[in-house]
């Protein structure tokens, strides 16, 4: 009998809510999750005013990080985004301490406060959306919610529309031990645009927008499948998967790239063309790393922004080869160049291969360790190794133009 494995995650890894008193007579089409820390009291409504035909439950988790400089700030502004909240309720549902707001918009929100229990500022909005996530996937199991996909995005955002439309992608029962198996979709990392109208910012931003298109860019030479943007604003998560990865990484940054790169090695991650999801660009210190505080450090710095060397992705893309090669070509590793060495060395390459190549025993599975060996973790860890080799250049010394709003 095949386990269940989110009956297994959700009872001994689960952050959710207590939700015995959640009322079961209730159901919606979708959920959303959302961290929630020192916005603008409206801000729920700005995110959802183009989603009118979906009854959607919005899990807002509230949060602050303890100790920050304007936790105070934040503690206020989360107070009064919650009353204002409760002022569109028809109906109120206490879940102590948190509450369930049934609204005549064309969604809910369960609201989980925690304004008065401050985030340790190592877990911070990790936490905030492992909580949401994980009681997300408790209602998904309880069947409550309709789609079985966790939908997540930030309060700086404008959901496009037909953005609950999205997530029909063949997901198999059982996720399949084959590389490459373009029937399973574990996640999906929607098209993005930063907007703003103030130009001088919107600039910075742009710089930033660049980096990350352009990293793109490097994953996809390479050939790795790790060639995806992860922004916590734009995912959409398969439940099962979600559960099978053991959800969200407790972080205060970063949390997104890390379920990506977990949810990357069971299967495929969707990149569809469409909707585009509109994001206010902004300065920002909530979170130690990320868009915000890039954009900050752009137009803090009087240097020109600089980039990755795209010599980095071409020799990372050559030493990938020759490791997919090695099952078949024992010798492949000695006709590395001095650059892939300096990876093998990196790595303790050798090491690694006389540990697993004995314990695999077909092709196809040494390039499925392989895919998952060389993740996005260790593929940013080689970009950064080979800085030393080849620095960073400005966007003029990148050989080709990189228009931002074309796929790759």
């Known amino acids: ?27 919606w089409e979708a959920v959303l999750i959302l961290p929630i820390c020192g916005e603008s009291p409206d801000a729920i409504d700005h995110l959802m005013q183009n989603q009118t035909d979906q009854k959607v439950l919005i899990i807002a988790c509230i949060n602050r990080p303890e100790g920050h400089k304007k936790s105070q700030q934040f503690e206020q502004e989360n107070e009064a985004l919650k009353q204002h909240v409760i002022a569109t309720a028809q109906k109120k549902v206490s879940i102590a301490p948190h509450q369930l707001i049934i609204t005549p918009n064309a969604w809910d929100c369960l609201i989980l406060d925690y304004n008065d229990k401050p985030f340790s500022p190592k877990a911070g909005v990790g936490l905030a959306r492992k909580i ?35 997530g029909y992608f063949d997901v198999s029962d059982d996720y399949s031990d084959d590389y490459n198996d373009d029937k399973v979709c574990t996640g999906i990392s929607l098209p993005f645009e930063h907007v703003s109208d103030d130009l001088e910012l919107l600039t910075y931003q742009q710089q930033y927008d660049f980096k990350m298109y352009y990293y793109q860019w490097g994953m996809k030479l390479i050939g790795s499948q790790y ?14 998967a979600y559960a099978k990865v053991r959800g969200f990484p407790v972080k205060s940054g970063g949390e997104d790239f890390y379920l990506l790169n977990k949810l990357a090695k069971l299967g495929r991650i969707g ?11 902004r300065l920002s210190d909530r979170v130690p790393f990320g868009t915000g505080p890039a ?13 990755y060397h795209p010599k980095a992705f071409q020799i990372i893309k050559a030493w990938r080869l020759k490791l997919l090669a090695q099952y078949q070509d024992t010798h492949v590793m000695d006709s590395a160049s001095t650059d892939e060495s300096l990876l093998n060395d990196f790595w303790s390459w050798q090491k690694v291969y006389e540990t697993n190549c004995k314990q695999i025993k ?17 593929l ?14 400005s966007r003029e010394q990148i050989p ?5 709003r074309s796929p790759l």
């Open 362 to 378: 077909t092709e196809q599975r040494w390039q499925q360790f392989i895919h998952e060996w060389l993740d996005a973790f260790k």
């Open 132 to 166: 949401a996530a994980d009681t997300a996937l408790t209602l998904i199991q309880r069947k409550q919610i309709i789609k079985p996909w966790i939908f997540s995005t930030d309060a700086d955002v404008v959901l496009p529309v037909g953005y609950f439309d999205v």
């Open 400 to 404: 080709f133009y990189l228009d931002l």
């Open 1 to 27: 009998m095949r386990k269940d494995g989110t009956k297994t995650y959700l009872s001994q890894f689960s952050h959710a809510i207590e939700l015995a008193d959640f009322p079961t007579d209730f159901e």
């Open 295 to 307: 954009v900050s450090k752009y137009q803090a710095s009087t240097s020109e922004p600089l980039y």
């Open 227 to 240: 060639d995806y943007i992860p922004l916590g604003s734009t995912l959409i998560v398969s439940a099962e």
């Open 271 to 281: 990149q569809p063309e469409t909707p585009v999801v509109k994001i206010q660009s």
């Open 380 to 393: 940013l860890k080689s970009v950064h190794q080979l800085r030393g080799t080849y620095p960073d250049v």
